[in-house]
T-cell receptor, first 113, second 113 residues
Framework: DSGVTQTPKHLITATGQRVTLRCSPR?????VYWYQQSLDQGLQFLIQ???????AKGNILERFSAQQFPDLHSELNLSSLELGDSALYFC????????????FGPGTRLTVT | QKEVEQDPGPLSVPEGAIVSLNCTYS??????FMWYRQYSRKGPELLMY????GNKEDGRFTAQVDKSSKYISLFIRDSQPSDSATYLC?????????????FGTGTLLAVQP
């Protein structure tokens, strides 16, 4: 158990809908990262927050947004969902803002029908 | 050309064998090199990370980095059926635009009892 928690574990929704994924980092970690993992794209970095501020952006679509709250938990919002958004979404955390030594949560499996 | 290349396998070995997993990369700004293990439908688990060139050992696992060749390896000694998983290499720079993890596509390993 990495200490990173994610909810929900599974999510099934329809095209055009909006969902929110939640992540709580390890105790003491200030950085949160979001990743998308699909069979054809592998593990893709989406966005990083450090102590409430956006730190880095990867291949995140404009329909997706995230935020990190004062208690350091983070939410990833996915809107106008398409079939191609079906994937595993992982959250990871690290102590500082540097990317090495990230610890991953168990993931949320999103299925868009 | 992808920044990180990894042979997807699958790789099948008998129990007790020495396993060699490899990645090549093209970005000379990478300074940190990580190996993650991912069991099916679980979050990636950090096995070890190395800074710059050299070797690092942790139990049955040894990571090697050769920056001059842009080549990294993970060796697993006395492999066990419980080592059966997908192994992902990942790397990042230090600060700025390079401060994000870039993952290989993963190598699927099966250790046969």
């Amino acid at each position: 158990d990495s200490g990173v928690t994610q909810t929900p574990k599974h999510l099934i929704t329809a095209t055009g809908q909006r969902v929110t994924l939640r992540c709580s980092p390890r105790s003491g970690d200030l950085s949160v990262y979001w990743y998308q993992q699909s069979l054809d794209q592998g593990l893709q970095f989406l966005i990083q927050y450090y102590n409430g501020e956006e730190r880095a952006k990867g291949n995140i679509l404009e329909r997706f947004s995230a935020q990190q709250f004062p208690d350091l938990h983070s939410e990833l919002n996915l809107s106008s969902l398409e079939l191609g958004d079906s994937a595993l979404y992982f959250c990871a955390s690290s102590v500082r803002g540097q990317s090495y030594e990230q610890y991953f949560g168990p993931g949320t499996r999103l299925t868009v029908t | 050309q992808k920044e990180v290349e990894q042979d997807p396998g699958p790789l099948s070995v008998p129990e007790g064998a020495i396993v060699s997993l490899n990645c090549t990369y093209s970005n000379s700004a990478f300074q940190y090199f990580m190996w993650y293990r991912q069991y099916s439908r679980k979050g990636p688990e950090l096995l070890m990370y190395t800074y710059s060139s050299g070797n690092k050992e942790d139990g049955r696992f040894t990571a090697q980095v050769d920056k001059s060749s842009k080549y990294i390896s993970l060796f697993i000694r006395d492999s066990q059926p419980s080592d059966s998983a997908t192994y992902l290499c990942a790397m990042s720079g230090y600060g700025g635009a390079t401060n994000k993890l870039i993952f290989g596509t993963g190598t699927l390993l099966a250790v046969q009892p």
